[in-house]
């Protein structure tokens, strides 16, 4: 099985789209996707210095577009790889590239969903002077609790040895100045806390956006880097990106789920490296590859084809859909709620019009996702009623 990974802030270096740009198509793709985000991915992709990207502002939307546009040439043709990847996951801001490579939203959306989440967490890290360090080494309770103890958060527990915490710079001081025993500190060269409290005010803003896009369902089992749930719901992975910006990152989580659903190779987008690292350590045996250069496509075309599979998402649907009949107004049959079970061949309600009532009969049955309609609805044909999880069958096999 094959998982694709996308790294999250901190892994750009100035000039790491240089070589990308001399594929054809490449150049334009990411200009359109600069004119999304309101400023220039080629100029901050190749000339800018490590200063220039590493404001959140401008790195978030950069590691976004080289995700995407380099995904494109990975799988020229987008559709390919539902048929070939297993899984898809991001680190941090990663997952927003993840998220468009699984079919939940478009290029467009996420390119503008990452400018306001760089936005908003630049302007939140300014409000406070905050920041975070690597812990490397220890015992992951030891260190946990020795955060915990000067206010800190552990903010990324990337597994393989590595936390980073993340509070105030006066915390983090005297934090180095105390470490767990058997740990280095180190600190990182970021902007703020990230995934702490502090981060509160752009979750706001980006609950606010997120109400007015639209999304789609997985098409590949997407992994979370919440909890490392694998997440079929496209409002849910919606819903934690928005809320993941305050809230730790759980990568070692997540690459537990790799192992439990069997993968075998690991490739990462650019800015590539940092995760297949961490990789390398936590999953021995698992082949990995970090997607640096087109240099490195013809070894990762050949994973593809060594390792890739249907991640199964296509055959087994993770939910079915009842749409109305015909014009009228709803009647609701019952009083089954959300998480409830519909049995197969029951009737959800009828559409009554002038002349007859319409029976909605769900002939597959399964759980109530998410009602569309309330009782006395008028509805058009074709509207959707309710979305309904298949029950007794595996969606991500």
Same mark, same amino acid.
């Given at each position: 099985?094959?998982? #694709?990974?996308?790294?999250?802030?901190?892994?750009?270096?100035?000039?790491?789209?240089?070589?990308?740009?001399?594929?054809?198509?490449?150049?334009?793709?990411?200009?359109?996707?600069?004119? #999304?985000?309101?400023?220039?991915?080629?100029? *901050?992709?190749?000339?800018?210095?490590?200063?220039?990207?590493?404001?959140?502002?401008?790195?978030?939307?950069?590691?976004?577009?080289?995700?995407?546009?380099?995904?494109?040439?990975?799988?020229?043709?987008?559709?390919?790889? +539902?048929?070939?990847?297993?899984?898809?996951?991001?680190?941090?801001?990663?997952?927003?590239?993840?998220?468009?490579?699984?079919?939940?939203?478009?290029?467009?959306?996420?390119?503008?969903?990452?400018?306001?989440?760089?936005?908003?967490?630049?302007?939140?890290?300014?409000?406070?002077?905050?920041?975070?360090?690597?812990?490397?080494?220890?015992?992951?309770?030891?260190?946990?609790? @020795?955060?915990?103890? *000067?206010?800190?958060?552990?903010?990324?527990?990337?597994?393989?040895?590595? /936390?980073?915490?993340?509070?105030?710079?006066?915390?983090?001081?005297?934090?180095?100045?105390?470490?767990?025993?058997?740990?280095? #500190?180190?600190?990182?060269?970021?902007?703020?806390? +990230?995934?702490?409290?502090?981060?509160?005010?752009?979750?706001?803003?980006?609950?606010?956006?997120?109400?007015?896009?639209?999304? *789609?369902?997985?098409?590949? %089992?997407?992994?979370?880097?919440?909890?490392?749930? /694998?997440?079929?719901?496209?409002?849910?992975?919606?819903?934690?990106?928005?809320?993941?910006?305050?809230?730790?990152?759980?990568?070692?989580?997540?690459?537990?789920?790799?192992?439990?659903?069997?993968?075998?190779?690991?490739?990462? /987008?650019? %800015?590539?490296?940092? !995760?297949?690292?961490?990789? @390398?350590?936590? !999953?021995?045996?698992?082949?990995?590859?970090?997607?640096?250069?087109?240099?490195?496509?013809?070894?990762?075309?050949?994973?593809?084809?060594?390792?890739?599979?249907?991640?199964?998402?296509?055959?087994?649907?993770?939910?079915?859909?009842?749409?109305?009949?015909? @014009?009228?107004? +709803?009647?609701?049959?019952?009083?089954?709620?959300?998480?409830?079970?519909?049995?197969?061949?029951?009737? #959800?309600?009828?559409?009554?019009? !002038?002349?007859?009532?319409?029976?909605?009969?769900?002939?597959?049955?399964?759980?109530?996702?998410?009602?569309?309609?309330?009782?006395?609805?008028?509805?058009?044909?074709?509207?959707?009623?309710?979305?309904? *999880?298949?029950?007794?069958?595996?969606?991500?096999?």
């Amino acid at each position: 099985m094959l998982v #694709v990974v996308a790294p999250g802030q901190g892994s750009q270096s100035p000039g790491f789209l240089t070589p990308w740009l001399e594929i054809p198509g490449v150049r334009d793709r990411l200009e359109w996707l600069s004119a #999304v985000a309101g400023m220039d991915l080629v100029e *901050h992709g190749t000339s800018s210095d490590s200063d220039t990207i590493r404001d959140t502002a401008v790195a978030q939307p950069l590691i976004v577009g080289a995700g995407l546009v380099t995904l494109l040439s990975l799988f020229p043709h987008p559709a390919n790889a +539902f048929s070939r990847i297993g899984a898809g996951a991001g680190h941090s801001v990663g997952e927003i590239t993840a998220a468009v490579g699984s079919g939940v939203l478009t290029a467009e959306q996420a390119m503008v969903f990452v400018r306001e989440r760089g936005r908003g967490m630049a302007a939140a890290a300014a409000v406070t002077p905050t920041g975070m360090s690597a812990v490397l080494g220890g015992e992951p309770g030891v260190v946990v609790a @020795k955060a915990t103890e *000067h206010g800190l958060t552990p903010a990324n527990m990337n597994g393989a040895g590595q /936390i980073v915490v993340a509070g105030t710079l006066a915390q983090l001081e005297a934090f180095a100045a105390d470490p767990p025993e058997g740990a280095r #500190v180190r600190p990182l060269e970021v902007a703020g806390a +990230f995934h702490t409290e502090h981060m509160a005010p752009a979750v706001s803003t980006l609950a606010g956006y997120a109400k007015a896009i639209s999304t *789609h369902d997985p098409r590949i %089992p997407l992994i979370s880097n919440a909890d490392g749930q /694998i997440v079929h719901d496209g409002r849910e992975v919606l819903g934690r990106m928005v809320t993941q910006v305050s809230s730790p990152v759980r990568w070692d989580l997540c690459m537990d789920t790799m192992r439990d659903i069997g993968v075998t190779a690991v490739i990462e /987008i650019p %800015p590539a490296g940092t !995760l297949t690292g961490l990789i @390398k350590r936590a !999953l021995p045996g698992v082949e990995t590859l970090a997607l640096k250069t087109p240099d490195d496509l013809p070894a990762a075309w050949r994973l593809i084809n060594d390792h890739g599979k249907p991640s199964g998402l296509d055959t087994h649907p993770t939910w079915r859909m009842l749409v109305a009949p015909i @014009k009228g107004t +709803f009647r609701l049959a019952g009083s089954t709620g959300v998480g409830e079970e519909i049995p197969v061949g029951a009737t #959800v309600g009828h559409v009554a019009t !002038l002349r007859d009532t319409i029976p909605v009969v769900a002939p597959h049955g399964g759980m109530v996702v998410e009602w569309l309609v309330e009782d006395g609805d008028p509805i058009a044909p074709g509207q959707p009623i309710v979305r309904l *999880h298949p029950v007794g069958q595996d969606s991500t096999a």
